[in-house]
């Protein structure tokens, strides 16, 4: 699934070659490239079952309804002609209404980076890969599990840099050890001063968001109507579920959608805790969510690029802790992408686990996990490096894991080449019965390229590897993880850029920042 | 993708109830249980490029040849038409010979054990999962590596027994400790006292394969006639690829094929070695190996029960080292698939690793082998539970780590539930905007059984998990093959049948086995 731009960048072309421009060797990667799933989507409900959802998902939306805790929202919504409670939070949605307004938003766009090789396509068989966001807690097992910090932030951001499979950035970590007034600021601004991929904002109250879109506006070097027809910057916003929306996300969704800028609707629907325990009934509530979302921001700013999100999971029935990478997470990742397809909406979902440990628990997991997002058409795979502790945690090692298993999919997503050379017939005339071909000229032409070169996988055989230390695959990541970081190198900037940025990070600062109520 | 059959037997009753006839507490697991992916495969080459495939493949039977090393096995291809070299070994085949061949060999059968609840059916879209098979060394994580050995080869087959995901019985270790000529009547003769599930015996030699018929005839208590009628023990025949079939082997084929016994012909097509470095060159030498290795099966014993084998996967270029669970293995059991299915054969290919250890890497190279398996309609996934280093080693830990992920895939393939109830309105109307699930009768009423329950992951929050020792997955796996040894239980064996087969396996043994010669 892997196609090379046409124009790379140089920065692109050095790694390529293996090389800094210091010279010193670098980390086996495949290189920045757009990455498609070439094959038909994995569908494991038919048809009438899709259909059965929707319909379900309307009478959710006209009968019971969903609470939109803003007043300016509700108002907004009653304009617009769907029927709100006058005594309370409830907005229902007339079916005709909902399907008119999902309509609107695009089937496909294309998020701007500041450096424009970095930008990326959300729709159609594109996928990209994002790092785990939101984190509060981060952990490499030498230094143990700490809280969100922002040297670690700057770590992580520095990482998502160098690994040429992440395709965007995120809030990789809380960085807690910042105030929450002004950690907005540091949040978006180390995104965009550390690395030159697609920058996120929190959706969390007006003046946050309307900073960010400024600071992103700043270091794309655009005046405010570019921003308006470039999509720039994204937010996530996950529903309260059951069926309710907050305030200072609608808020966000309320200026992001003024100006065009990407939503990821994502309601979070734990089945058993706060969605229907039967996965059917869970997806219809997720969907019934993402429908009113999107509705809502339709209505706001009609042709608003939106993504369906889908984080539909179960949670542990004895305990109430919430579960990934399982049986009924992998079947609710399958049919999110079917319910997106069906609204002709971009898809996103997560490549996530449950486990303490960066083990063979959250590997397979998340294996799991990232075979369903391929299938199922997701644009959007998020946690794809480094989620840990069901979203409780980041892990440096699970990054350097998830990167092996992201590129393995990369790599097993393209096409065969079935062309009359690539069949053997020569090299198989040449060797014969009982030769071997590790000097044939059909193996010389090709053994460069001939196989994905891992980065963390070790095939010696146990005698070596017992003599260099019997690392297992989590202490080898610890070293690659920090071997990487070793790799960074900044961005190039404008100087005029970069001094307006900081000047306006550095100025709000000393304005105290913004609250959610801002 | 589970169907529970219709008459379990009570063995099975008692552990889906959770206790042993002790009343122990048992770890939960899912039932035996009739196994099938009812999607459709997942093919990722054309029709038009499995047929460039074949012709290639019946271009090299037909122009270059394979090396049949056994001259009673030339004699019967010359008497059938083939093509002998009358000065060497070479055999070549007219097309339309191995087309009328393979056309012989039945789409569907069923393996019978000796507890019939235990014969499983290979074909269409029936999935079993068999065990690691045939590797020379052993270890867990206290007792480190060893050498095969008769007591640790008797713990396997306890675990395969305990373990309802496996479904039949493989050599599962070499147990090197006893004297080559009477390793054999060990090696089926344990399968066959500590399971009651489906025996194999190797394909090595008259005499042994014979021996391994007996014994399988003895303990499924029926007559010669009986055992020609129905399939009673499989074996696997390597091709010594490129292009060549050893002695022992085709003696064994011919026992086995007279017998209308089940033979997966399975060539080892290690790209870049053994076979072309493209997986296209390798795939079409794997199948014209399968193709000479059935087509002489279908000569032998027109009708015996075959299984189309798939082994292709790449080396270390770099070190000449194997690799499995790689981008290019998953490709290949896809298109190994749509090989077998163009021949409207049973196919079996492999959950496989190259890791020293049950760590990470051994688990994201087993998953991906899996699912490429599941995905491709395999009907036998040999090495489902605990291969480890390329095939050198089992793994008591990885046994675990395979079952928890091999039951997962059981699991995420059963198919959702859309009817009305599951689809959870009433449910949402019970508990509204805001509310939580966990009381409400919807939950009430299906908690129990809603999710899949695991038996290695550990979803317990970090504080709980640290206080309790802060063991990772494969340390916890350690734990639980232990406890699932001490769940053991002899299955019932008529004393009679018991008494006439140990004192045919003594015998042998006094008369000094067997040799492949012999």
């Known amino acids: 699934m892997a196609r090379r731009d046409s124009s790379p960048s140089s ?16 980390l086996p990667q495949l290189s920045w490239q757009t990455v498609r799933n070439p094959y038909p989507p994995f569908e494991i409900a038919s048809a009438d079952e899709i259909e059965a959802v929707h319909e379900a998902s309307l009478e959710v939306l006209q009968e019971i309804g969903i609470n939109f805790l803003l007043g300016e929202a509700r108002d907004i919504l009653k304009a617009a002609g769907a029927d709100v409670d006058p005594d309370g939070t409830r907005v229902r949605f007339d079916r005709a209404m909902v399907e008119e307004l999902i309509a609107k938003a695009p089937s496909q766009f294309t998020i701007h980076a500041r450096n424009l090789d970095r930008s990326r396509v959300f729709g159609g068989n594109h996928i990209n890969f994002f790092p785990v966001a939101g984190n509060p807690n981060i952990s490499d097992i030498e230094g143990g599990r700490r809280s969100g910090n922002l040297a670690d932030y700057r770590d992580l951001l520095r990482l998502a840099q160098v690994i040429n499979a992440v395709h965007g950035c995120t ?24 690395t030159d991929k697609i920058a996120f904002g929190y959706s969390l109250g007006r003046r946050k968001i309307l900073d960010a879109l400024e600071m992103v506006r700043i ?14 910057m994204w937010t996530v916003v996950n529903a309260n579920s059951p069926l309710q929306l907050d305030i200072p996300m609608l808020i966000g969704m309320i200026e992001m959608a003024r100006r065009q800028q990407p939503v990821v609707v994502t309601p979070f629907t734990l089945a058993g805790a ?12 997720q ?20 993504v369906y999100g889908g984080f539909t999971s179960n949670v542990d029935m004895r305990s109430g802790a919430p579960a990934f990478g399982t049986p009924e997470y992998v079947k609710a990742v399958l049919v999110g992408g079917q319910l997106a397809r069906r609204y002709r909406l971009p898809y996103r979902s997560s490549n996530v686990n449950a486990s303490n440990w960066p083990d063979a628990q959250a590997t397979y997991e998340g294996v799991m996990s990232l075979w369903a997002t391929v299938l199922s058409h997701t644009n ?30 990369m790599k097993a997503f393209e096409p065969v080449d079935f062309s009359r050379d690539e069949l053997g017939l020569d090299a198989m005339r040449e060797v014969g019965p009982g030769g071997h071909y590790f000097g044939a000229q059909h193996t010389l032409a090709r053994y460069e390229t001939a196989f994905y070169q891992p980065i963390l996988s070790d095939w010696r055989n146990w005698e070596t590897w017992q003599q260099d230390g019997a690392l297992d695959a989590t ?18 900037m404008d ?24």
């Open 274 to 285: 706060m969605a229907p325990v039967s996965i059917a009934g869970a997806l219809t509530q």
């Open 219 to 232: 270091a794309r070097g655009i005046d405010e109507a570019t921003l308006l027809a470039e999509p720039s």
């Open 495 to 518: 100087p005029a850029i970069r001094e307006e940025l900081t000047a306006f990070i550095a100025r709000r600062k000393r304005e105290g920042g913004a609250t959610a109520d801002d």
């Open 171 to 194: 809030p990789m970590l809380e960085p807690i050890d910042v105030e929450p007034n002004i950690r907005y600021l540091d949040i978006v601004g180390e995104q965009l001063l550390i």
């Open 11 to 26: 920065a692109g072309r050095r790694r390529r070659e293996g090389k800094g421009t210091t010279g010193a060797k670098r």
């Open 287 to 306: 969907n019934a969510e993402a429908l009113a979302g999107i509705s809502f921001i339709q209505i706001v700013g009609p042709g608003c690029p939106v």
């Open 475 to 492: 202490q080898r990541a610890h070293r690659i993880y920090k071997e990487l970081l070793a790799e960074y190198e900044a961005p190039p």
């Open 380 to 409: 959007m795979i998020m946690h794809s490096f480094g989620w840990l502790e069901g979203g409780l945690r980041g892990s440096f090692e699970k990054i350097v894991i998830d990167l092996e298993t992201v590129q393995t999919m």
